[in-house]
């Protein structure tokens, strides 16, 4: 039975680490929240630590730089551990080869930067998708067009037998007022046309294994310790519940009209939202505070 609650105090004291979702709990990709950086600065004076957990396909120096540009501050979080990592070290061992086609925009090129905790890392080229030997996927070339417009490009991968790394198996993430599309909707479209795709983040165990060598680096925390937060059902929440961890719902994220979240869920729709769900976090609030 999942417990609704007011505030993350009422439940923080019987844990002694956060892995935190970052868009949609902390920040909207523009602005910071500023009732769930405080909640955790709280957290953290009290002798708590925070990992940041984020299905953002970078390496967690660019994805530092991002909550410094949009001002969520520094004292609220220990480490962080980003799909993105998890993901180039699998291109780097060469889990697609070492000539990609590559799906996703500029501001996201930093997933070929080098890497220092792979070692002989391959060598990675560009190439057209004609004289790939793999696909890797940080988002849409267009996070606002359908998806569907690379079912072309996919019906050729996929006669070619390619494997497609995605790097954010989120589908959908709201940017302010926007929502846009991730790459695990073209991850999710590739699989549905019969591709294979590889998944490296939330809710799937790479993440969580980078997550808690982030969390060794700082202290020993058993899993009984630990508490994931997150406004995903299908990341956040099944990740938690699939490696056994304890969980917090944001229902004010993505799943804000189903929950009917204003400040906090209507208690109705949010059981029958979960149970369409098949999910069961141990704890709900309509936002973090």
Known sequence: MTRLIETLQEVSAGYDALFVDLWGCVHNGRTPFPAAVMALQRYRANGGIV????????????????????GVARDCWDSIATSGDSARAAMYRGVVGEK????GEPSDHSFFDPIQIVEDPVAIERVPLDQAEGIVCTGPFDPHADPANLRP???????????LLCANPDIVVD????????AGALAALYMDMGGESLYFGKPHPPIYDLARRRLRQIAQVPDDRILCIGDGIETDIRGAMGEGLDSLFITGGLSALETG?????????LTAFLNKAQAAPDFAIGFLR
Request: glycine content about 4%.
């Open 100 to 103: 990609v086609f590559y799906i």
């Open 175 to 182: 940017r302010g007022e926007s929502r846009e599309w991730c």
């Open 51 to 70: 990992i940041l957990v984020t299905n953002a396909p970078r390496h967690r120096e660019s994805v530092a730089a991002q909550l410094d540009r949009i």
């Open 153 to 163: 490009q996919f019906l050729y991968a996929k006669q070619k037998g390619l494997k």
């Open 261 to 269: 979240t204003h400040y906090q869920p209507d208690p109705t729709m």
